[in-house]
């Protein structure tokens, strides 16, 4: 029985931290499918597998599927990182953007010390439609709206 008292806390902390990944991960959901750029050919393909999303995002060019970045979200202890990676950029490695959790009606992947963007922002505006920033110094850059397919 002592050894099992010994164990409580541990046990207390890794339901804490799977009802955290889990209550996470829910919150990433509304992510999951196909999506379009509005106006442009451009996409973006998400698929959850386990606690770990991945996706995908292309754009089609004279019938042909380019990719543009491949895109992880994934959870390390309390943090939830999203890390895309853009063929022949920073030597093909992924750049890491943590969650800003204060945020509550948006989720707001930031890296401070990155050049561009420094912030990626994903907001759901309807089940079928989410708008996208991605800024840099001072909150300048650019958004779109996703459609869902």
């Known amino acids: 029985m002592k050894a099992l008292n010994s164990l409580t806390p541990f046990l207390l902390l890794g339901f804490f931290l799977t009802s955290c990944i889990a209550q996470d991960s829910m919150e ?3 992510l999951l499918g196909t999506w379009k750029m509005e106006n442009k050919d451009t996409y973006e393909v998400w698929k959850k597998e386990a606690n770990t999303f991945k996706g995908q995002a292309y754009k089609m ?4 599927k380019q990719i543009t970045e491949t895109l992880v979200i994934e959870f390390r202890g309390e943090d939830v990182i999203y890390s895309p990676t853009v063929p ?3 030597d093909g490695r992924a ?3 943590k969650l800003n959790k204060a945020n509550k009606d948006l989720l707001s992947f930031e890296n ?3 050049d561009f963007p420094k912030k990626i922002q994903y907001k759901k505006v309807s089940d079928d439609k989410i708008f996208v920033s991605v ?5 300048q850059g650019f958004s779109y709206y996703l459609m869902r397919q």
């Open 95 to 97: 750049i890491p953007f």
């Open 28 to 30: 990433l959901d509304f």
């Open 112 to 114: 401070k010390d990155h």
């Open 135 to 139: 800024l840099g110094e001072g909150n």
């Open 61 to 64: 060019v004279n019938g042909q």
């Open 88 to 90: 022949d950029q920073n």
